[in-house]
């Protein structure tokens, strides 16, 4: 940079002055080349305006348009300069291209809704239809249809959670309860629908248990029902076997066992092969081999007439299991609470 000397005259100084401007790459470098150029003191400019101050009359027809077009000159190319600097200049907030990428972390699925989706897509693929229903319940459905009326004993099975007040929505019986089992939705879908029916209800049911091993107050269960001309034990049985190998794979053996249930006539509790030792015996199956999995019957017809069905015309089957269940056998997994835990540990086993 050579020294402000306005005797070279503003053409000579011009020159100067688009040379050192050729030189600028930051914003820095333009402020200090603003302020040597158009700087109110001691700048190249203003070194002009002073010394036209004292000049000649010569001197100022010689010097003034010179010294103002330098002026004009550096004033525009600065401000032309500084825009093109603004408009490479990266935003604080710039993404850095050039950084490697970083793995957004994935959530996993969590393993009941694994259970539940994969039981819902094996009855999909059967025909079934797949619901849900409310979880708030009114006696009649969750009772009464099912052919336990006031008094029955049944009822004493299962320890109900009831509202402290119960909720009245439309003309509808109030209601009263959190539903103790998904069966009340198969009177509500046979209210509304002729036979046959074919479906599975899935989700959320609730009993006043203590949160232990092998229990929660609220558990998730699978309710299926197939009603129609004809439908046999045999159709029950041959569903649940296939449900059983879709579940715990090929040639695993179930088998049934007289029970009862006051929606079902006859009952039977389901078993099935032991999936650990196959049926030789060891702790998971108390040396029996089997493992019980699910409670199933035929449609007691006292259901079927609560809902409008003719127990002359139509028979069916129906069956409820643990989503919970069928987890903790599947994964071996020996506490029902580390589902409701939700230790990472735990749930990030699982599938996607
Ligand atoms: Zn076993």
Redesign the pocket.
């Known amino acids: 940079m050579s020294p402000i000397d306005t005797s070279i005259g503003p053409d000579r100084a011009r020159e100067l002055f688009r040379a050192e401007l050729a030189d600028v790459r930051t914003d820095a470098e333009l402020q200090a080349l603003r302020m040597r150029w158009v700087g109110r003191k001691g700048s190249w400019v203003a070194a002009f305006m002073e010394a036209l101050a004292t000049a000649t009359p010569e001197q100022k027809k010689a010097f003034g348009r010179g010294a103002n077009e330098l002026k004009n000159e550096v004033e525009a190319a600065i401000t032309e300069r500084e825009a093109a600097l603004a408009a490479t200049r990266q935003p604080a907030n710039a993404v850095d291209i050039t950084l490697p990428g970083r793995r957004p972390a994935f959530g996993h699925r969590h393993p009941l809704s694994l259970i539940r989706d994969e039981v819902g897509a094996i009855f999909t693929r059967l025909g079934y239809q797949v619901l849900e229903g409310p979880e708030i319940e009114d006696d009649y459905h969750n009772f009464e249809a099912l052919n336990m009326p006031e008094e029955h004993p049944a009822r004493d099975m299962q320890d109900t959670l009831y509202l402290a007040e119960p909720l009245r929505i439309g003309a509808g019986q109030p209601l009263t309860l959190l539903r103790t089992h998904t069966s009340a939705m198969q009177i509500r879908h046979m209210e509304q629908h002729a036979p046959p029916v074919r479906l599975v209800a899935i989700g959320p049911v609730y009993r006043k248990d203590n949160l232990d091993l092998t229990h929660t107050p609220m558990f998730h269960q699978v309710e299926g029902l197939v009603v129609g001309k004809g439908v046999t034990l045999a159709d029950l049985k041959g569903t649940l076997a296939a449900m059983a190998e879709a579940l715990f794979g090929t040639g695993i053996g179930i088998r049934f066992r007289p029970s009862f249930f006051p929606y079902t006539e006859p009952s039977a509790e389901v078993d099935i092969q032991?999936?650990?030792?196959?049926?030789?015996?060891?702790?998971?199956?108390?040396?029996?081999?089997w493992?019980e999995i699910l409670g199933s019957g035929m449609v007691h017809p006292a259901v079927f007439e609560a809902v409008g069905y003719d127990p002359n015309e139509v028979t069916g089957f129906a069956f409820g299991m643990g989503v919970e269940r069928v987890a903790l056998l599947k994964w071996g997994a020996e506490d029902i609470r580390l589902f409701y835990e939700n230790d990472l540990r735990f749930l990030e086993q699982f599938g996607l």
Request: with cysteine; aromatic share 0%; proline share 0%.
């Open positions: 032991c999936i650990k030792c196959k049926g030789s015996g060891c702790s998971m199956c108390k040396r029996t081999g493992i």
